[in-house]
């Protein structure tokens, strides 16, 4: 495996994206790019890296803007710009043009977690004619309080306010997520039943939870997620698109899953190819259980070799 570092100016026009393109050592059948989540990074998805690698793809993955290696090296944690809920979407895209200077004739990829999996269905709406497949991990539906948390931030802007930092909107967004869950340990429990994931999570330098993006910022989040509901969102994603949805039926995000069955009923309504999966007796980050990390991957990869095969036939 080689690791090539690439860096983009933003679609914000503030920051500078960093981001990685992992080559395998044989040659690629196919390339995947990765899409991290809200308060992450792209690196804790190394484990699926590698075994992608293995398997003969490109991966290629970045830092979102207030995010990880982005936000670390600019010290810029809570300010996602002023140019709206599609900033991310657009960067990803950035990052897709870069891939095609090498990889533009290969079969093409997108697996989003989580925010990345919001990020993904904004880009399958815009840029859907880029994609060979589309994997969502850890989808959501809609998240309570969401209209009224909208409302509240959108007043705050108007007011002047965008720019200011209060952890109330996004502890308001989050703090229900460990409802169904006796005794949590931790505010971030939900995340997974392996207390060193949950550990793992909160000691990562790269991972910002606790600096908390302006309201400005939670605005474009609380948006992006207004913005895939309903077959209103499905309808503006290609058909041609086969999609695999993937979550752990303890997965508050995805309504324990209830939302992610929404979502792929949205897909199927307005003549989409889904298949669904569920792990039961998980949480949000299947990918990193190292209970199931395996068996999530390998699903994963047999989704893209079969229709990288059918597009190479």
Same mark, same amino acid.
């Given at each position: 495996?080689?690791?090539?570092?690439? %860096?983009?100016?933003?679609?914000?026009?503030?920051?500078?994206?960093?981001?990685?393109?992992?080559?395998?050592?044989?040659?690629?059948?196919?390339?995947? $790019?990765?899409?991290?989540?809200?308060?992450?990074?792209? #690196? #804790?998805?190394?484990?699926? *890296?590698?075994?992608?690698?293995? +398997?003969?793809?490109?991966?290629?993955?970045?830092?979102?803007?207030?995010?990880?290696?982005?936000?670390?090296?600019?010290?810029?944690?809570?300010?996602?710009?002023?140019?709206?809920?599609?900033?991310?979407?657009?960067?990803? &895209?950035?990052?897709?043009?870069?891939?095609?200077?090498?990889?533009?004739?290969?079969?093409?990829?997108?697996?989003?977690?989580?925010?990345?999996?919001?990020? +993904? #269905?904004?880009?399958?709406?815009?840029?859907?004619?880029?994609?060979?497949?589309?994997?969502?991990? /850890?989808?959501? %539906? *809609?998240?309570?309080?969401?209209?009224?948390?909208?409302?509240?931030?959108?007043?705050e802007i108007?007011? /002047?306010?965008?720019?200011q930092v209060?952890?109330?909107? &996004?502890?308001?967004?989050?703090?229900?997520?460990? %409802?169904?869950?006796?005794?949590?340990?931790?505010?971030?429990?939900?995340?997974?039943?392996?207390?060193?994931?949950?550990?793992?999570?909160?000691?990562?330098?790269?991972?910002?939870?606790?600096?908390?993006?302006?309201? $400005?910022?939670?605005? $474009?989040?609380?948006?992006?997620?207004? $913005?895939?509901?309903?077959?209103?969102?499905?309808?503006?994603?290609?058909?041609?698109i086969p999609?695999?949805?993937?979550?752990?039926?303890?997965?508050?995000? /995805?309504?324990? /899953?209830?939302?992610?069955?929404?979502?792929?009923?949205?897909?199927?309504?307005?003549?989409?190819?889904?298949?669904?999966?569920?792990?039961?007796?998980? #949480?949000?980050? *299947?990918?990193?259980?190292?209970?199931?990390?395996?068996?999530?991957?390998?699903?994963?990869?047999?989704?893209?070799?079969?229709?990288?095969?059918?597009?190479?036939?």
């Amino acid at each position: 495996m080689a690791i090539h570092e690439v %860096e983009f100016k933003s679609f914000n026009e503030i920051e500078t994206v960093k981001g990685w393109i992992y080559t395998p050592i044989r040659e690629p059948i196919g390339v995947v $790019q990765i899409v991290h989540g809200y308060g992450e990074h792209s #690196r #804790r998805y190394l484990h699926m *890296i590698l075994t992608l690698n293995e +398997a003969g793809f490109v991966v290629a993955a970045d830092d979102h803007v207030g995010h990880g290696k982005t936000a670390y090296d600019s010290d810029n944690w809570s300010n996602w710009g002023d140019k709206g809920y599609m900033t991310m979407a657009e960067d990803e &895209q950035k990052l897709r043009e870069l891939i095609k200077e090498d990889y533009g004739d290969l079969p093409y990829f997108m697996f989003g977690h989580s925010m990345g999996s919001m990020i +993904a #269905r904004l880009y399958a709406t815009k840029y859907g004619e880029e994609l060979d497949g589309l994997i969502l991990c /850890g989808t959501s %539906e *809609i998240f309570p309080e969401m209209e009224n948390i909208v409302s509240e931030l959108k007043a705050e802007i108007d007011a /002047g306010n965008g720019e200011q930092v209060d952890p109330d909107y &996004q502890n308001r967004m989050f703090e229900w997520m460990t %409802e169904r869950i006796e005794n949590p340990n931790t505010p971030n429990d939900w995340i997974s039943k392996d207390p060193d994931i949950v550990a793992d999570h909160a000691n990562d330098p790269f991972n910002n939870f606790t600096s908390v993006p302006n309201i $400005q910022s939670l605005y $474009q989040f609380a948006q992006m997620i207004q $913005q895939i509901l309903g077959t209103e969102w499905s309808e503006k994603v290609p058909t041609d698109i086969p999609i695999y949805n993937i979550a752990g039926d303890e997965d508050p995000v /995805g309504r324990y /899953g209830e939302g992610v069955y929404a979502v792929s009923n949205w897909l199927l309504e307005t003549g989409h190819q889904v298949k669904t999966k569920l792990y039961s007796g998980y #949480r949000h980050e *299947i990918h990193n259980h190292r209970e199931i990390r395996d068996e999530v991957v390998a699903g994963i990869i047999d989704f893209i070799t079969e229709h990288a095969r059918v597009k190479a036939n």
